[in-house]
């Protein structure tokens, strides 16, 4: 089980930018091409951001950050396995805190700035405690994750509540 947990706590989460950026506008290009035969018939000169958002689509990223959040919720909720559980802790302050009951995780400091930070033992909690309390506070993981794809496609297309 300890190579598990090793091999899990080198997971890399955050893609170097200039991979993201190409894979996202191969992505991009890809999807409004299919978003323009099967869904809109419109000109292939329309832009594909408009088209990706009517059908609900989070970009890269966000369906990244989407999944470390998800497996986040399952660990806090016991329904993944130990190994992975292994990496995350819930943060308990030393002293009683205004912020010790808001469902903060602890987020151990990064030994390399270039891989430490990526590491799921990192990123997933430093994601989960930028989420606001409403999403973090779902009593079910599948409420949790419709609130936070509401969250995350808000956040994206800066759409307003």
Known sequence: MKSKAKATENFVTGWEIWLVNSMCLVASYLWHRLCDL?????????????AIQQLHWLPIKSRIDFKIL?????????????????????????RTLRSSSANQLFAPSANLTTMGSRAFSRSAPCLWNSLPPDICTSDSVSTFKSRLKTHLFRVAYSVSH
């Open 70 to 94: 998800l497996l986040t919720c399952k660990i806090l909720h016991n329904l993944a396995p130990s190994y992975l559980s292994e990496l995350i802790h819930i943060y308990t302050p030393s």
């Open 38 to 50: 099967l869904c809109h018939r419109r000109s292939h000169r329309a832009s594909p951001p408009p």
